[in-house]
């Protein structure tokens, strides 16, 4: 019995074992568009093909049949690491009395898939990603998860291409100014955003105090104030010294937003 044979495809992976598979050439447009990028950036890349890469899709990859290594897939794992060192380390120098558990907090609202979306969306990272047509036609350029990725991936290019300075320089120019403003606070307790409002515009030293405990063991109800320079700025009642402490921390917040605001 003879066996009709099946149209022969080629696929990704073929092209990866026999070392096939074409190379990305960029239009005149697409040229003109990272040329835009890198003045807007003041930025410059010593090897081009980095950035190009940073931006580019698996989807497009696949549909030009490009060389596999030619996404940004790779890039985006050391964009993340990277990322990660280089907020670690802003936020260690510039925090010096903030926790540990505050520190993982903070860094985790700022280099989540949103943030850097947002991140993204402002340089306008996305007319600039090559897109199969199947992600071009659902959406692919505005979707958080793929500017994320993108994010990341121009992150891991610019650390390759010119080092660990150049990324500091890069997120002190987008990144740094937005931590400073209290962008992320909102997704910290009120003591955290309270230390952090205080160490950003360099008021002074925090401290709590509980001030008063009142009622019986079974029904304990503590009065904590938190003082900024010995100076009272806020007080809390609650069940517990923690739960004192977070009210207490949430009318500082609002007595120093309402100051800052009448300035």
Same mark, same amino acid.
């Given at each position: 019995?003879?066996?009709?044979?099946?149209?022969?495809?080629?696929?990704?992976?073929?092209?990866?074992?026999?070392?096939?598979?074409?190379?990305?050439?960029?239009?005149?447009?697409?040229?003109?568009?990272?040329?835009?990028?890198?003045?807007?950036?003041?930025?410059?890349?010593?090897?081009?093909k980095l !950035?190009?890469?940073?931006? %580019?899709?698996? +989807?497009y990859?696949?549909?030009?049949? @490009?060389? #596999? =290594?030619?996404?940004? $897939?790779?890039?985006?794992?050391?964009?993340d690491?990277?990322?990660?060192?280089?907020?670690?380390?802003? !936020?260690?120098?510039?925090? %010096?009395?903030? +926790?540990?558990?505050?520190?993982?907090? @903070?860094? #985790? =609202?700022?280099?989540? $898939?949103?943030?850097?979306?947002?991140?993204?969306s402002?340089?306008?990272?996305g007319?600039?990603?090559? !897109?199969?047509?199947?992600?071009?036609?659902?959406?692919?350029?505005?979707?958080?998860? @793929?500017? #994320?990725?993108?994010?990341?991936?121009?992150?891991?290019?610019?650390?390759?291409?010119?080092?660990?300075?150049?990324?500091?320089?890069? !997120?002190?120019?987008?990144?740094?100014?937005?931590?400073?403003?209290?962008?992320?606070?909102?997704?910290?307790?009120?003591?955290?955003?309270?230390?952090e409002?205080?160490?950003?515009?360099g008021?002074?030293?925090?401290?709590?105090?509980i001030?008063?405990?009142?009622?019986?063991?079974?029904?304990?109800?503590?009065?904590?104030?938190?003082?900024?320079?010995?100076?009272?700025?806020?007080?809390?009642?609650?069940?517990?010294?923690?739960?004192?402490?977070?009210?207490?921390?949430?009318q500082?917040?609002?007595?120093?937003?309402?100051?800052?605001?009448?300035?």
């Open positions: 019995m003879s066996h009709q044979s099946k149209p022969y495809r080629r696929s990704r992976n073929h092209y990866d074992k026999k070392g096939g598979g074409r190379r990305l050439v960029l239009s005149e447009e697409q040229k003109r568009q990272f040329d835009d990028l890198l003045v807007r950036t003041g930025l410059t890349f010593e090897n081009r !950035l190009i890469q940073a931006f %580019t899709h698996s +989807s990859v696949n549909e030009h049949r @490009l060389y #596999a =290594s030619t996404d940004n $897939e790779r890039l985006e794992f050391l964009g690491a990277v990322l990660e060192l280089a907020v670690s380390q802003y !936020l260690y120098k510039k925090y %010096t009395n903030m +926790s540990e558990g505050d520190m993982t907090k @903070l860094r #985790a =609202s700022i280099v989540c $898939e949103p943030s850097l979306a947002r991140f993204a402002e340089l306008n990272f007319k600039l990603v090559l !897109l199969g047509k199947g992600e071009e036609v659902t959406g692919g350029r505005v979707r958080p998860a @793929l500017l #994320a990725d993108v994010f990341e991936g121009f992150i891991g290019a610019l650390y390759l291409d010119q080092g660990l300075d150049a990324v500091y320089l890069f !997120l002190s120019q987008t990144m740094y100014p937005k931590i400073n403003e209290g962008a992320f606070s909102h997704k910290m307790d009120f003591k955290s955003q309270l230390q409002f205080v160490q950003r515009d008021l002074g030293l925090l401290q709590y105090v001030v008063q405990e009142r009622g019986p063991a079974h029904d304990r109800e503590f009065v904590s104030e938190v003082q900024l320079n010995g100076t009272s700025l806020g007080d809390g009642i609650g069940r517990s010294k923690k739960e004192a402490e977070q009210l207490a921390a949430k500082a917040l609002v007595s120093l937003k309402a100051d800052v605001g009448n300035v």
